[in-house]
C-alpha cells in the first residue's frame, strides 16, 4: 500500500458490506435529493467515485434511466462483485456496470455528463487532487455532486446521554488518528475551489433520531463493530458497558431513553457545481 493508496478505515469485510446497504437505505433520500438538485437527469452518463457495493450507483442508474449510464468504479473487488449482483437483480445490468480499480489508477478517454460519489472524498490523501483528476473526464457544462459527511459534534444528544456522545466522539477520534477528517463536509467548498472547480452549492441536513425506532442506533452500532479491528489497532475501546457484538444497537438504545434523550446522526453535506 503507498502513501497514495490509504487503507479505507472501515475495512472489506461482509459486516462493512452489510452496514454500507443499511447506509445507502438510511441516506437514500438526501443522496437522491443531492443529485437531482445537481442536475442529474434521465439519459446522463456517469461515474461513480467509490461505488462500494453500489447503492449511489443503482440510486444514479434510477435517475438517469434505460437511455443513459452509469460506472461504478472501487478499489475493492468483493464489493463491487456484490454491487454487480445488486444491478443484475435491479434489472439494471445494462445502465449500471462497475469497474475494480484504485482511483489513483483509473485511467483512458472516458467521457461522462456527472463525476458523483458518497463519503469517499475524505478518504482520499488528496481529495482535491482526485476530484481534478476526474473533472477531465467530463464534458463542458458537467456536473460534479458529492455527498461528504461530518462526524464532529460535541453535544449529539439532549438531555446529554454519555454513552451516545462517547460513541459519537469514538467515531471522530479513530477517523482522526487513521488519518481520515472527521470533519470532512465543511471542507468542501475548498475542496472544490483546490481543485479549479467553481465554488460549489452546499447543503446540510441533520438526521435526528427521536423513537426507538430510530435507525441511527443501528447505523451507529454498525459503525462501530466495523470499525472495532481499527479501534484495537489505536489503543481505543467502546464506551464502558458497550460490546462489539449484536445485541450493541439495542444497548444504545436502551442508554439513549433511559436518558430520555434525542441524538443526532452525522451532519450530510452535499457540495455540486458544473464544469464552465
Ligand atoms: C464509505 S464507502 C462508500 C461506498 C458508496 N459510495 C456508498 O455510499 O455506499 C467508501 C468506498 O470507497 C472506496 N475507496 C476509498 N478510496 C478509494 C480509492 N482510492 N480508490 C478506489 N476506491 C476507494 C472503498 O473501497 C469503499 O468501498
Redesign the pocket.
Known amino acids: 500500500m503507498t502513501d497514495?493508496?490509504?487503507a479505507?478505515v472501515?475495512g472489506?469485510t461482509d459486516l462493512?458490506h452489510h452496514r454500507?446497504?443499511l447506509?445507502?437505505h438510511i441516506?437514500r433520500p438526501w443522496?437522491e435529493r443531492f443529485l437531482r438538485t445537481a442536475g442529474l437527469r434521465e439519459g446522463m452518463s456517469v461515474l461513480?467515485?467509490?461505488?462500494?457495493?453500489?447503492?449511489?450507483?443503482l440510486l444514479a442508474g434510477e435517475i438517469v434511466g434505460p437511455r443513459g449510464r452509469v460506472l461504478?468504479?472501487?478499489?475493492?473487488p468483493t464489493?463491487v462483485e456484490k454491487a454487480r449482483g445488486r444491478a443484475a437483480g435491479a434489472g439494471l445490468s445494462d445502465t449500471v456496470t462497475f469497474e475494480v480499480?484504485?482511483?489513483?489508477?483509473?485511467a483512458g478517454s472516458l467521457s461522462f455528463d456527472a463525476v458523483v460519489?458518497?463519503?469517499?472524498l475524505l478518504?482520499?490523501?488528496d481529495p482535491a487532487r482526485?476530484l481534478r483528476k476526474f473533472t477531465r473526464f467530463l464534458r463542458p457544462g458537467g456536473i460534479v455532486a458529492f455527498?461528504e459527511i461530518d462526524l464532529t459534534n460535541e453535544n449529539p444528544s439532549w438531555p446529554p446521554c454519555p454513552t451516545w456522545d462517547d460513541s459519537y466522539a469514538l467515531l471522530a477520534e479513530v477517523y482522526r488518528a487513521h488519518g481520515t477528517p472527521p470533519d470532512f463536509g465543511r471542507r468542501l467548498n475548498r475542496t472544490f475551489v483546490d481543485a479549479g472547480l467553481p465554488g460549489p452549492e452546499i447543503e446540510a441536513v441533520g438526521i435526528v433520531g427521536a423513537n426507538a425506532g430510530s435507525a441511527l442506533f443501528d447505523w451507529m452500532a454498525h459503525s462501530l463493530r466495523s470499525l472495532e479491528p481499527a479501534l484495537q489497532e489505536q489503543g481505543l475501546a467502546l464506551p464502558s458497558g458497550l460490546e462489539p457484538d449484536e445485541a450493541l444497537a439495542e444497548a444504545l438504545r436502551e442508554a439513549v431513553f433511559e436518558q430520555g434523550s434525542q441524538v443526532m446522526g452525522p451532519i450530510q453535506y452535499g457540495a455540486w457545481t458544473r464544469m464552465p
Open positions: 497514495d493508496h490509504p479505507y472501515l472489506s462493512e454500507l446497504m447506509q445507502g441516506l443522496t461513480d467515485l467509490g461505488s462500494g457495493v453500489g447503492d449511489v450507483s461504478g468504479v472501487d478499489r475493492d464489493a480499480t484504485a482511483l489513483e489508477d483509473l460519489g458518497r463519503f469517499v478518504y482520499q490523501r482526485i455527498h
